[in-house]
């Protein structure tokens, strides 16, 4: 082929990346963070988004942003850390950094998160020392943690391509197609390939609000998980509330937090959850891929846990602290969402998470609970909402899996056969 037909070949390849990254862009602004004219936008990026954040901020002053503040992050300085830190100094983060996040916050700036970091980049580090390092960065990172889970402000995730993650899902293709299909993946997922994505969305919100409106009219006691491996009963937390899709944060301004997203969710009770669980898809953490994970809880607490891979991994986890055992959010999604159907293996929660019903360990989102304001931590939690330094979703739906809404008789109602809805809502 000669050079200038390769040039009028990529041409419309590249217009039409360029066209989509724009339409991301765009999606994330007006309707995952739904920027307020005069607010301020912190957004947290691999250095690989730089495209993303550029449209990103092109849309952000559009929309009325007083100010786009970037923070990157540099995977090969992370990775540094952990192959040359002293033994001493993993106990430490930047809690200074996390102070100016939180007073941004609490000012009322969004909040924007480009993921796309590569799931494996701490493959083969010492986990003592990946651990300690989470422990500390969770643990100074918790108060604008609360701000988030609290939905005090408007935030969102969003994805971006790149090499090192794309490689990771579709190993056997050389890295420029890799990113390329990673990119068509993500498009298709965050739905932006209609004629009018911000239209689109809005229909996909109607629906997940309607399946949230049945549930809490319907005000379940629990929900029961069956199917090969699983027998779970997950009490819910008092005065639970159902979300899904775009929802009012504190500060009035409706945004969508996950994007893409396909779940309905709530808070579970964190006393109140009895049986054993399997997981249905892998669980990549912190540099490992955590595969067939079993669990058993008694009284709300994981007592016993095994898995084929990355077992010490998820010990580990469990240890962080008391709460980490523990659940903080349930998820009902449909085994025919279109991440499911995709059937790639992102290894990416803000995608596997989509793909199936899940539960989370840790920190509860008290967003999903009623009548709220006033009440501190042991009110909450007297109410079931758990509280954790970690907040980790793995996922336990399929094809295989019924769900039940168990009323308050205990009355078991069928909500999902064989991973699909058996309710009209």
């Known amino acids: 082929m000669t050079g200038s037909s390769q040039a ?33 936008v ?7 988004a730089v495209p993303l954040v550029r449209r990103v901020t092109e849309h952000a002053y559009k929309a009325g942003a007083s100010l786009v503040t970037t923070f990157y992050a540099d995977e090969e300085t992370t990775l540094a850390r952990y192959r040359f830190g002293h033994e ?27 993921t796309g970091s590569n799931p494996a980049l701490l493959a083969g580090q010492n986990p003592e020392h990946i651990s300690r390092a989470s422990r500390a960065a969770s643990r100074v990172n918790r108060p604008a943690m609360e701000i988030i889970t609290n939905f005090d402000v408007n935030w969102n995730i969003v994805a971006t391509a790149t090499p090192a993650w794309a490689k990771v899902v579709f190993p056997d293709l050389p890295e420029d197609q890799a990113v390329a299909r990673l990119w068509q993946a993500i498009f298709a997922a965050s739905r932006l390939t209609g004629a009018d994505p911000v239209a689109d969305w809005a229909e996909h919100n109607a629906n ?51 994007i893409p997203t396909e779940e309905v969710f709530t ?45 010490e991994v998820l010990a580990r986890v469990l240890d962080t602290d008391e709460g ?52 501190d931590e042991a009110a909450l939690a007297a109410r079931g909402a758990n509280s954790s330094m970690i907040h980790i979703d793995w996922m336990i739906g399929s094809g295989e ?11 078991a109602v069928p909500l999902m056969r064989k991973g699909e809805w058996a309710i009209s809502a």
């Open 42 to 48: 912190i957004i947290t990026a691999p250095l690989d």
């Open 8 to 40: 009028q070949n990529a041409a419309p390849e590249e217009n039409t990346q360029a066209r989509m990254l724009d339409r991301l862009g765009e999606v994330a602004v007006r309707t995952g963070l739904n920027v307020a004219p005069g607010q301020q």
């Open 401 to 411: 899996i019924d769900v039940d809404g168990i009323d308050a008789n205990g009355t």
């Open 267 to 311: 808070t579970p009770h964190r006393l109140k959850v009895d049986g054993h669980v399997s997981s249905t898809k892998p669980l990549s953490h912190q540099g490992t891929l955590i595969d067939e994970i079993r669990v058993r809880f008694e009284g709300g607490k994981i007592v016993e846990m095994h898995a084929a891979k990355g077992e």
């Open 324 to 375: 980490a055992r523990r659940l903080g959010e349930v998820a009902l999604v449909p085994h025919s969402s279109p991440i499911s159907q995709s059937g790639i293996l992102f290894q990416n929660t803000l995608f596997d998470e989509n793909a199936a019903s899940h539960i989370a360990l840790g920190q509860a989102y008290t967003k999903c609970m009623l009548d709220t304001a006033g009440q």
């Open 208 to 258: 997940l609000h309607r399946r949230a409106k049945f549930l809490n009219d319907a005000r379940y006691a629990a929900l029961h998980f069956t199917g090969p491996g699983t027998d779970l009963m997950v009490g819910l937390a008092d005065g639970h509330d159902w979300a899904g899709g775009s929802e009012k944060a504190g500060n009035g301004i409706i945004c969508n937090p996950n």
């Open 88 to 114: 001493d100094t993993f106990d430490t983060a930047a809690d200074w950094m996390a102070r100016g996040m939180t007073e941004g916050f609490r000012a009322g700036a969004a909040r924007l998160a480009i």
